[in-house]
């Protein structure tokens, strides 16, 4: 009878002990939100059970906003100090405002101590992250090497091969042949390509806005070049003066009334998936085109993302841990690539076989090979907290040359007055 006891007693104690364990154990699982954007909840939608059951004491809640939904809210609620997630993705165009604004975590810091990985980052999407002050507000997730798709089928139809449009002057001589009415009703129904203010990005893209001393740029040689070659390719109508993500935009990839569009590789996800896939195999990708004879191509990043910790976050552990997951493990990033296109920025997770195989949309071109030979070729370019000021002025000034036949010099005077009245405050 005493053995019997003993033994409910026992039974006992180690049930209590189970229900001890188990409730503390609940009570250390911690909570984060990630903020992102179409198409990157996706992409981490896909990475969660991995993830998971690497650090199952992490529960991870995915919030997705529209583009400019989720970061004007991210501006906002950094601004109030309260509202934001634990981990928040921002895109390439939005890196200059946060580094204006602050309140995003320096991942250079410890406990993240993020410098460690620094040599395995493609460098220009590493310098993008950094402010001129060495601090690291987030971590490249993805990049966008630029490149240019253009229509396989209107260059055989012209005779043009697209490795002979070595120079901008290579291809505004194409434009004057590509350029045309082609039902005979008298008005311009194809063109080179969709807005000539494309010409000038690529141009720009390749420098940056201020110098090492803080200095404006933009009426250096480079902005001239770039605003030159812009009109240059408006005033001769090669360009159809449509803006990106319009439903026009979509129609002249839809039905081939452009043959060649700069941008950036996640391009071909897009065409691909819903914007044009009946035009399959009628794609090509190349890098840009020289400035000027016996100059290197123009190589530039055309966008990318980035994870970083608001300053506001009471789990910035946990959320490190998503973000150096999401960055830094090669299967993690490969997810991503093979679920929504996003180009690793994890330079070891291009070794794979994937980056060899052909890619049959794209008229069976080993496109991913091309896109690693561009990435590698970017120059860095720390990001300037003014940069998204200088972004705004020079955009101004380039649509009142190429709209308003504004002087060139005149306008981009004005932009650079303009731009240090407004960072000198």
Not at 19 to 46: H, N, R, S
Not at 102 to 110: A, E, H, I, S, T
Not at 169 to 174: A, I, K, R, T
Not at 326 to 337: K, R
């Amino acid at each position: 009878m005493k053995k019997k006891i003993f033994i409910i007693w026992i039974l006992a104690i180690f049930c209590f002990l189970s229900a001890t364990f188990a409730v503390a154990g609940a009570a250390q699982k911690e909570k984060i939100v990630i903020g992102v954007y179409p198409d990157l909840d996706t992409a981490y939608k896909a990475l969660l059970p991995k993830f998971q059951a690497k650090y199952p004491n992490i529960e991870v809640e995915i919030k997705s906003l529209g583009y400019a939904d989720h970061h004007n809210n991210l501006v906002t609620t950094i601004a109030a100090g309260s509202g934001a997630p634990d981990v928040v993705a921002i895109e390439i165009g939005y890196i200059a405002k946060f580094v204006s604004m602050g309140g995003l975590v320096d991942l250079r810091r410890k406990p993240f101590n993020a410098d460690r990985y620094k040599k395995n980052v493609v460098p220009f999407a590493w310098a993008q992250a950094t402010t001129d002050e060495g601090k690291l507000i987030a971590m490249p997730v993805d990049i966008a090497p630029g490149c240019a798709y253009y229509r396989r089928d209107i260059f055989a139809s012209l005779g043009q091969k697209i490795e002979d449009i070595k120079t901008l002057e290579d291809l505004y001589n194409f434009g004057k042949k590509v350029t045309r009415d082609t039902n005979g009703d008298g008005k311009i129904d194809r063109w080179l390509i969709a807005n000539a203010g494309d010409i000038a990005t690529l141009i720009i893209k390749t420098g940056p806005f201020f110098d090492k001393r803080g200095n404006c740029l933009v009426t250096t040689q480079r902005f001239k070049d770039a605003f030159t070659w812009a009109k240059k390719f408006r005033d001769a109508g090669m360009d159809a003066q449509i803006g990106a993500w319009t439903n026009e935009w979509y129609t002249c990839f839809k039905e081939g009334l452009i043959a060649y569009q700069p941008t950036g590789a996640w391009l071909g996800g897009h065409l691909q998936n819903w914007m044009a896939p009946e035009t399959a195999g009628k794609w090509g990708v190349a890098p840009f085109p020289a400035l000027k004879a016996g100059q290197k191509p123009l190589m530039v990043s055309w966008g990318g993302s980035f994870l970083a910790i608001p300053q506001q976050s009471p789990h910035k552990e946990a959320a490190w841990k998503f973000i150096e997951y999401a960055t830094t493990d090669v299967e993690a990033q490969m997810s991503s690539f093979k679920t929504t296109n996003a180009f690793p920025a994890w330079m070891p997770a291009w070794s794979g076989d994937y980056f060899k195989e052909k890619i049959e949309f794209l008229g069976g071109q080993q496109a991913r090979l091309l896109w690693i030979d561009i990435a590698k070729q970017i120059p860095a370019i720390p990001t300037n907290k003014f940069d998204v000021v200088a972004n705004d002025l020079v955009n101004r000034a380039l649509t009142q040359v190429l709209s308003e036949g504004r002087d060139i010099d005149e306008a981009l005077a004005e932009a650079k007055e303009q731009i240090e009245r407004r960072t000198t405050r």
